[in-house]
C-alpha cells in the first residue's frame, strides 16, 4: 500500500491526467481482472480454512466430554489427576479430573469442594460418596491490593478440575486469568469449566460479564500448590 | 390560519414538549430520590427557610484530627419558640463523611451520616452530639436544619407560624483535598454548552449567509423550513449535525471514562457512575452518533447519485429523523437524574431486568425502540428509492458503490432490527408490567436476549463499516484517476458480508455454555468474513495501482482507513480462534480491536466522506491546508489511544471494569505496573484525539462561512452527483409538471462491448423463461 500510494502519485500536480477516461454521467469503463480478483478470494479462503484447522485442536481440548475425553472420567477416593502437558501444542491431559462448584452472586464468588447434590435446582452432581482432601481443594479468604478481603480458592498443581458453575441472580463469567479461560455462569442453566492445574501459580479470577455496580471488584484468589 | 402560522406553532409546541421531556426527571428525581430533610428543609414547619431563626453549630474544628471524635453543640436563637411553649423546637444535621453519634436520649441517630432530635429533645434549642472524623482526608460537609416552634402543635394547630433556617459548614482534611467535581455536573453543563455552541453556530452561519435581514421575520422561516423540511438535502444536513453533535457527547463521555482510568485505583466516577457512562457512550456512539451520519450521507448522496428528485417517501424521511433527537432525550433522561442506563450497550440479560439495574434503563429501552422505529422506516425508505428511482439506463451493476453500500447496509438492518425491536419489548413488558421473559426463577430465559440482541448486533456493526467501504470505493476511485478494480467483485464482496453478518453472531456467545459443535461452525463462518473484506482491500489496492493518486485530504483519510481497518481486522481474527477468544472474551483486546474498526473504519470512512462530499453540500471548498493538519493530529494521537489497549488486553485487563490495580509482585494483582504508564499515555492521547477534531469543525465552519466557492466536480468523479451544480437545486434532478418528471438524467456506459455487459448463462435462461410467459400470455388472449 505504501508503495502504491507513492509509486502511482500524480505526477502532472492539479492538471490530473485520467487514466479510464472517466466522464461525468457516464459509467466508467470496466477495470479488473477475474484471474487475479479469484486467486485472492481462493487464497485467502485456504488460509482460513487453514486457520480453523489449527483452531480446532484446542477447540476439543478446551471442551473435552467429562466422559472419557482429555481428562477421564471423575477420580475415584485418593486418585490423582497426574496431568501431562504436551510441550508442542500445550494440551493437558489427565488421568481422571474433581468435582468442585463455582457460584456466581452479585458481588462475590463462592466455591464449594464438595457440592451437594440438593444444592442444584436443575442439573445435579453425582455424588460421589467421599470428600476431596484439603490438599487437593481449599476454600479460604485472602486480602489482594485493592479489592480488600476475597475469597481463595487453593488447589494442586499436576490435578484437574471441573467446574460446575451456576448463578444466584444474574449473568457473570470467571476469567481464570492463569488459564486464559472463562466461562459465563448464568441463573437459567449449569455450564462447566475445566481447570488443569499443571503449574504452581498465584492469581486472580475477576468477573468479566457485566453484573452491576460491584463488578469491577468481584475477584478471588486461586493459588495453585505443590 | 396561513400554513406558516401552524408551522410555527407547532414548533413552540414541539420545543415545550422537548424542554419537558428534558428537565422533568431533573425536577422530580433526585439522584437516588429526594433524601429527606437534608434537601428539602424542615418543610413541615412552614415551607421556605427564615431569616430571624440563626442556627449554629459549636465544637466542629476548622482542620479535623483523623478518627478523633468531636463533642458538637448545635443551637439556634430567635423564631417564635419562647420559653413556656409546649414544644421549643427541633434540628436535623447531616455529615457528608464520618460518623455522627448520640450522647443522650434527647438526639437520635437515622443513620451514621444523619441525625436528628428526639420525642424527648423537643423542648430544647440547643443539642449535642458527637461525631467521629473519618480516616482518611476529605473535604466535609455539614447542614445543619433548626426549626423554632410556637408549640402550638399540642392545640391542634399543627406546625402553622412556626420558622427554620439552614446552615451549612465545611470542614477540611489535615492534608488538603482539592474539590472534586461531580462528574454528572461535568457532562451536563458540557452538553448544555455543546448545545449553545451548536445554536450560536447556526445563528451566525445564518446571519453571514444574508447579515442585511438579520431579524426575527427572516429567521423565523428560514428555521420553521430547516425543522419541518422534507427536502432529502436538509434531511441529510439535520442528520449530519445531529451525528457531529453526538460524536461530540459520546466523546466528552469517553474522556471521563479515560480520566477515570488513567490511574490505578481511582475514584474520579464512582462505580455507579462509571457504568453509566461506558453504557451511554456506547448507546451514543453507534446508535445517535454513527447511524444518523451514516444517515446524513445517505440521505445526500444516494439520490443524488442515482439521479434521481428525491427518496421515494420525503415525509417518512423526515420522520425517521425526528425520531432519533425524542429517542436520545429518552435514553439521556436517565442521565440528567442520576439513574441512567448500567446495563452496558448490550443491555444483557437477566441484569437489564433486575432490580439491581437502574430505573433509568426503561427510559433507556423506551429511547432504543424509538430508534428501532426509526431505522426500519429508514430501511423501507431507502430500499425503494434504489429499487424503483434510479435513473433511466442505470442498472443494478451501474450503480455507484456507495449507493450499493447503502443498499446492502439498510437490507441488512431492515432484516436484523425486528430482532432487536422484539428483544427490547420484552425488556420493557419485563420491567413495567412483570412479565418474565427473562426471569429464570420464572422459567424465562436470559440467553434469548444474547441470541436476539446479537442476531441485530452483528449486522448492526456491519451495518456502519459497510457504507464506510461505500465511501472509501469513491474516494480511491476518484483521487487515483481510475475506475474502481473489481467493481463487481466489490458489490458481491459486500453482499457476501451482508448474507455472512447473518450467521456468525455466535462468536459473540462463545463463553455463554453453547454447544462445542456450534462453536465450531461459528469459528469457521466467522473466519469466513475475513474473505471478502479481504477482496474489497486488495481491490483497493490494485485500483491504486497503476493510477495518479491525487493527494488530497479525503485520500489521506481513506489511505488511513485502509491502514487501520486493515489492523482491526486482523485483531479481529484472533477471536474466533477459540482458545484465543476465551482469554480476550471482555478484555481490553475487545475494546482495542472494535475501536480499530469502527473509529479506524467508520469514523476515519466519514471523515474522509466528510472532505469528499462537503463541497458538493454546501458549495464552499474545505481548507486543505487544515485538513491535512486535522489527519495527522487525528491519526497519530488515535493510534495513541487504541494501539497499546491490545496489549492492557493481553495482560489481563478487563473491559467495563470501573478501575484497575496494578502489582509490583508476581504473584496476586492483576496487572504488571507498567500498565498503569499506558494508561496514563492513552488517557493523553484521548484528550488530543478529541480535540483534534475541533480542527475539522473549525474547518467546516470557516469554509462556510468565506470558503472558495466550488464547482460542479473539484474532484472529476463520473457518478451523477457531480453532475448538479454545488449546492444542488431542489429537486435535485428533473422537473415535475403536470403529476410526471421530466428532464432526468440518463446513465451512459463507457463500456457497451464489455464482457460484463453480455448476459450470462443464467440470466439468458432467466429471460427465457420471461419471454414465455408474455407469450403464454399474449397467445391466451
Known sequence: MFHHSFWYTSKEGEEFENQDGIEVGVFPKHNDDMRLEVAWTVLPFILIIYLTYISWAPLDAVWTSADGGNHGYECGLSESSNNQIDLDTGIITSECYHILEITGKQWVWSFNCNPNEDSWTGDT???????????LCDVGTIAIEGYGMQPLLSLKAGETYLAVMQSEDVTHSPWVQILGVKEDVLPSHQTTLWLPMHDVSESMILCTEYCGDAHSLMSAGLSVHN | MNIGKIHARSIVVMSILFMALAFSPLVSSFPTGISGVKDSGCNCHGATTSDIVVPTIIGLPSIYNYSESYEVTVAFTGGPSTIGN?????????????????????????????????????????????????????????????????????????SSGDEWNRISVKVSAPIEVLEQ??????????????????????????????????????????????????????????????????????????????????????????????????????????????????????????????????????????????????????????????????????????????????????????????????????????????????????????????????????????????????????????????????????????????????????????????????????????????????????????????????????????????????????????????????????????????????????????????????????????????????????????????????????????????????????????DERLGVLHFLTAFISYNGVFWPMHRLGVWGMARRHHTYFISTEEAMGSLPIEAAGWNMFISVSAFLFFFSNFILIANMIKSVIRGQKAPADPWGGWSFEWMTSSPPPTPSFGHFHDGVWSDLPTLKDANEDHIANEPSAVVKWFQSLMVLDDENEEASH
Do not use: C
Open chain 2, 86 to 158: 409546649i414544644n421549643l423546637g427541633g434540628f436535623h444535621l447531616w455529615a457528608s463523611e464520618g460518623e455522627l453519634s448520640t450522647l443522650d436520649a434527647t438526639v437520635q441517630q437515622f443513620n451514621p451520616s444523619e441525625v436528628g432530635h428526639t420525642e424527648v429533645g423537643n423542648d430544647q434549642t440547643t443539642w449535642t452530639l458527637m461525631w467521629t472524623a473519618p480516616a482518611s482526608d476529605k473535604n466535609i460537609e455539614f447542614i445543619l436544619h433548626t426549626n423554632s416552634v410556637n408549640g402550638n402543635a399540642g392545640g391542634g394547630a399543627g
Open chain 1, 125 to 135: 452432581v453425582p455424588d460421589r460418596g467421599f470428600e476431596l482432601g484439603t490438599n
Open chain 2, 181 to 622: 467535581a461531580n462528574p454528572y455536573v461535568v457532562l451536563s453543563t458540557l452538553i448544555v454548552i455543546s448545545a449553545i455552541l451548536l445554536a450560536i453556530t447556526v445563528t451566525y452561519i445564518f446571519y453571514r449567509t444574508n447579515p442585511d435581514s438579520f431579524n426575527w421575520e427572516t429567521f423565523e422561516p428560514w428555521i420553521v423550513e430547516w425543522l419541518t423540511s422534507t427536502d432529502h438535502k436538509k434531511v441529510g444536513t439535520l442528520y449530519f449535525l445531529a451525528g457531529m453533535f453526538f460524536l461530540g457527547i459520546g466523546g466528552i463521555m469517553a474522556l471521563m471514562i479515560r480520566i477515570q482510568l488513567s490511574v490505578p485505583g481511582n475514584d474520579f466516577l464512582t462505580q455507579d457512575q462509571y457504568n453509566q457512562f461506558f453504557t451511554l457512550h456506547g448507546t451514543t456512539m453507534i446508535f445517535l452518533a454513527a447511524m444518523p451520519l451514516i444517515n446524513g450521507f445517505a440521505n445526500w448522496m444516494v439520490p443524488l447519485q442515482i439521479g434521481a428528485p428525491d427518496l421515494a417517501l420525503p415525509r417518512i424521511n423526515a420522520m425517521s429523523f425526528w425520531l432519533q433527537p425524542v429517542g436520545a432525550l429518552l435514553i439521556f433522561t436517565g442521565v440528567f437524574s442520576g439513574t441512567g442506563a448500567d446495563t452496558g450497550w448490550t443491555g444483557y440479560a437477566p441484569y437489564i431486568v433486575s432490580e439491581t439495574a437502574h430505573v433509568g434503563t426503561t427510559m433507556w429501552v423506551a429511547g432504543q425502540l424509538m430508534l428501532v422505529a426509526s431505522s426500519t422506516l429508514t430501511g423501507v425508505n431507502f430500499l425503494t428509492t434504489i429499487a424503483v428511482m434510479r435513473a433511466p439506463g442505470m442498472g443494478w451493476m451501474q450503480m455507484p458503490l456507495f449507493t450499493w453500500s447503502i443498499l446492502v447496509a439498510n437490507l441488512m438492518l431492515f432484516l436484523s432490527i425486528p430482532a432487536f425491536g422484539v428483544g427490547l419489548v420484552q425488556v420493557y413488558l419485563d420491567r413495567v408490567i412483570g412479565t418474565a421473559f427473562y426471569d429464570a426463577s420464572a422459567g424465562g430465559d436470559p440467553l434469548l436476549w444474547s441470541h436476539l440482541f446479537w442476531y441485530f448486533g452483528h449486522p448492526e456493526v456491519y451495518v456502519v463499516i459497510v457504507p464506510a467501504f461505500g465511501v472509501i470505493s469513491e474516494v480511491i476511485a476518484t483521487s487515483a484517476r481510475r475506475s474502481v478494480f473489481g467493481y463487481r467483485s466489490m458489490v458481491y464482496a459486500m453482499a457476501g458480508i451482508g448474507v455472512v453478518s447473518f450467521i456468525v453472531y455466535g462468536h459473540h456467545m462463545f463463553t455463554s455454555g453453547m454447544s462445542p459443535t456450534l462453536r465450531f461452525v461459528t469459528m469457521l463462518t466467522t473466519m469466513l468474513v475475513a474473505v471478502p473484506t479481504g477482496i474489497k482491500i486488495f481491490n483497493w489496492l490494485k485500483t491504486m495501482h497503476r493510477g495518479s493518486l491525487v493527494y488530497r485530504t479525503h485520500t489521506l483519510w481513506a489511505l488511513g482507513f485502509l491502514i487501520t481497518f486493515t489492523l482491526g481486522g486482523i485483531s479481529g481474527m484472533f477471536f474466533p480462534s477459540m482458545a484465543m477468544d476465551l482469554h480476550f472474551h471482555e478484555s481490553y483486546f475487545v475494546v482495542a480491536h472494535f475501536h480499530y474498526v469502527l473509529v479506524g473504519g467508520t469514523v476515519f470512512g466519514f471523515f474522509s466522506a466528510i472532505y469528499y462530499w462537503f463541497p458538493k453540500m454546501t458549495g464552499k471548498m474545505l
